[in-house]
């Protein structure tokens, strides 16, 4: 079976949708579908915006151009999306794209904010959202979505070995997130504990962005490792870490993909606490808290109570382990098309 996949090279990096693909033995065409202003220049985009458009319509002429010729040349059965390249194929050409082969959509983004994607949506017997409450948003308007979690990447499949850090988090700097994770930081100078942050957190073109985050986030900046780290390194170090704290976006009502990622390293994870579970149970194969003050109480408990932890970890771990890969889901979406 050909499958030809369009996504953003954002989505590809964290997700590996090919690699995943190719282990289920499929034959697997990627076409990255990024807008303009991904890979424009600092000038293209500033010409762009004097209203000047001819590098941004020539860039889309060009996708759509290499699209076709692409299925043209591979013949897929299955054409996937994953979440919908609005910017780069008209409403047009996506409704020609279904006329003639099987498309289906993954969104791995929440949709409530997206209604330029909703056109598109209405067009597709098949979509799968990693969002529960996006089936009931998509219900409303009179479109049939399937709910399926972003799995955890293979790369995670890893067992506990020493634990050497009491609490990890690895992220972007959401604004909520700092606020915490601030909070967190100055429990964790008076406390003692071991903490690792980890993420892009400021950009290290600028050198004064380094010391306004410092003066902004102190306590933060004392643990903080201003980098993206790979999914072979995040799996290494959520088995070294004794609680590993996931943090989700503000819109996010559903466990996020790295839920996962951190249940498959059979690690204890803390999260905030959902809107929906996926399946899970909280106290039973992760642990939840409500707000700073519990996230701190939670996080001194645990620290306290290894066997506890170990117990939840492997309650979650043995929850995911094979059900929720992602090959796993990707298999869902193959045989429901066929």
Not at 135 to 161: C, E, H, M, T
Not at 307 to 322: F, L, N, W
Request: proline share 4%; glycine share 4%.
């Amino acid at each position: 079976m050909k499958i030809l996949v369009a996504i953003f090279s954002k989505n590809e990096k964290i997700l590996h949708i090919k690699d995943n693909l190719q282990e289920l033995n499929y034959e697997v065409k990627l076409l990255y579908a990024d807008s303009y202003e991904y890979h424009c220049t600092y000038v293209m985009k500033k010409i762009d915006e004097l209203g000047i458009h001819n590098g941004r319509n020539r860039y889309y002429r060009l996708f759509y151009k290499n699209f076709i010729s692409t299925i043209n040349e591979f013949d897929p059965n299955l054409i996937l999306f994953v979440n919908i390249p609005t910017e780069v194929i008209t409403i047009h050409q996506f409704q020609s794209l279904i006329s003639k082969y099987n498309v289906a959509c993954w969104s791995v983004d929440s949709l409530t904010k997206q209604p330029d994607v909703i056109p598109y949506l209405k067009c597709l017997k098949y979509i799968y959202v990693f969002e529960e409450a996006d089936v009931i948003y998509l219900g409303d308007l009179g479109i049939k979505a399937s709910y399926l979690p972003v799995g955890y990447n293979p790369a995670f499949q890893r067992k506990s070995v020493q634990q050497d850090i009491d609490v990890l988090f690895i992220g972007s700097p959401f604004r909520h997130r700092l606020q915490l994770l601030e909070q967190l930081s100055k429990e964790g100078l008076i406390n003692n504990w071991k903490i690792k942050i980890i993420g892009p957190f400021f950009s290290g073109k600028y050198p004064w962005k380094k010391y306004l985050f410092k003066w902004k986030y102190p306590c933060i900046y004392r643990y903080l490792e201003n980098r993206r780290v790979s999914l072979e390194e995040a799996a290494e170090l959520y088995v070294r870490t004794k609680i590993c704290l996931n943090i989700h976006t503000v819109d996010s009502k559903s466990p996020n993909p790295r839920t996962f990622d951190i249940l498959a390293t059979e690690s204890f994870e803390l999260i905030d606490e959902r809107f929906y579970w996926g399946g899970l149970k909280a106290g039973e194969d992760l642990e939840a808290y409500s707000s700073v003050d519990d996230l701190i109480n939670k996080i001194k408990k645990y620290l306290g109570d290894p066997m506890m932890r170990k117990e939840i970890a492997s309650t979650g771990y043995q929850h995911v382990h094979d059900r929720l890969s992602i090959k796993r889901m990707l298999q869902k979406i193959i045989n429901s098309i066929h």
